[in-house]
């Protein structure tokens, strides 16, 4: 083959899922640390969709590389599946013993949760992860539904993570998968790869499989982004048979023509394709023109004319209308305004999907520790609550009824979506800004082992996802053996991150640097920002 013609040690595009050459762009750390949050937390479902050949099974290989010593993994390829066989497949990967024969899924269901009872006592989780997950029948994934409802009183004793095309996103949407769909914690859609990381791409592989010299220029990268569209493996493809070209052509690089005739072979002409797109994209362009014309003509005709004594009213009634506009933040008639914390605090577990059945407001964070949830409260800026990316129950001061208590559900540009009482308003950020005191109130969810803050020279098992999630944060790779102690360097990255996330770079792991890090990935949990 051609590996000796550019020095290289083997196939450096081969479609194999082989970690080694897993590239880590954003969106790729991204999806890797949505697995190990599925690991990590006491979250129920983690769901990672995206494109055939976007590199979701490689993603996938790379997380079973790297799976703590304490997590047992059930690993579903086919899920082509009946019930029953689920079941037994999910036996056969943790090594539960069942009756020779057996196809009662009542004997299956009782095994396995004699097993997950087991671990938890002895301090290991079990993890169900499951590929091309869109594969999977109703009536086998309503089973799935129900293992999750095996648990102890204080937490759901099997995680599951979902892997699939995008049609699975589309399956869970259903009216009757609501159930399923509700317990989903974390999900992420991996898209195509950006011009720029089509081209880091292509060097990183080449690098792995021990390129030294240049072999795909810069000049073609732009090509080779617009013929395969991003996709991974269409590159892999395209790249592997551009390589194979000039090699039987005696060329040292990879040239823009052998490009173009590699695309042509395995995806049959593209080039012919990609001229019918831009005729029918200019055709349409030139439609929408003519609509904005024909629209813009018949607006003009429309427009009244003002007289000079109607231009000049606004200005001289300006004053008269500031003074009857509305307080948008004004506490609604008919509500007690005693009543505010309470039905702020209402309203934002009804966003959490929680429960409202709370009576005192001093036992909101005790409530919520319940299910798992935290509660963090302090006084910050919108800057801070910016940072945090959770809605938040803010104090707004007033003049006549004094303090009471607001939802900020989320931010939409330079408003803020409000609930006051039950109403909802949308409110410009400026205005809450000079009412607000800066007291507020959010929930979290933190990952598993998190007791509190963690210091300079701990040893403790969180320490290992702190190791684990800063190298994905940074690029530098996940470790196979993430270290449990909090060192030197590990509090220079820390360090790092506080800076560029406009935390305190103190080098202390608090609520607010771990929220930061959840946020650099996703949770699923409520955001500020939509």
Sequence with gaps: MYTEHFGLKELPFSIAPDPRYLFMSEQHREALAHLFYGINTDGVFVMLTGDVGAGKTTVSRCLLDQVPEDVNIALILNPKVTVEELLATICDELHIPYPSGCSSVKTFVDEINSFLLDAHSRGRKTVLLIDEAQNLGPDVMEQIRLLTNLETNQQKLLQIIMIGQPELRTMLSRPEMSQLSQRITARYHMGPLSKEDVALYVSHRLFVAGAKLTIFPSSVMKELHRLSHGIPRMINIICDRALLGAYVQGKSLVDRKSLITAAGEVLGNPESRHKRREKWVIAGLLFIVC????????????????????????????????????????????????????????????????????????????????????????????????????????????????????????????????????????????????????????????????????????????????????????????????????????????????????????????????????????????????
Excluded at 317 to 328: C, M, R, S, V, Y
């Design 291 to 530: 609509v904005i014309a024909v629209s813009a003509t018949f607006y003009y005709h429309r427009i009244p004319v003002l007289s000079s004594d109607e231009k000049s009213a606004p200005a001289e009634n300006a004053g008269t209308i500031a003074a009857h506009l509305p307080d948008l933040l004004e506490w609604p008639t008919g509500f007690p305004v005693e009543e505010s914390e309470r039905m702020a605090y209402q309203a934002l577990f009804r966003v959490w999907d929680m429960p409202e059945s709370i009576e005192k407001t001093q036992e909101v964070c005790r409530y919520v520790q319940t299910k798992g949830i935290r509660c963090l409260e302090q006084k910050g800026s919108l800057r801070t609550l910016n940072i945090l990316n959770r809605p938040a129950v803010l104090s707004i001061a007033d003049d006549i009824r004094g303090t009471y208590y607001v939802l900020l559900k989320n931010v939409q540009g330079e408003n803020g979506v409000l609930v006051i009482a039950n109403e909802t308003r949308t409110v410009p950020l400026e205005e809450i800004e000079k009412r607000w005191q800066g007291e507020y109130l959010l929930l979290w969810r933190a990952p598993r082992h998190y007791s509190g803050a963690i210091h300079p020279g701990n040893q403790a098992p969180i320490v290992r996802w702190l190791d684990a999630q800063m190298s994905i944060i940074h690029g530098t790779g996940v470790k196979t053996k993430p270290t449990d102690i909090y060192n030197d360097e590990l509090v220079r990255q820390v360090k790092q991150f506080q800076t560029r996330e406009g935390l305190q770079s103190d080098g202390v792991v608090g609520a607010q640097t771990v929220i930061g890090i959840l946020n650099k990935y996703g949770t699923g949990d409520p955001k500020l920002f939509q």
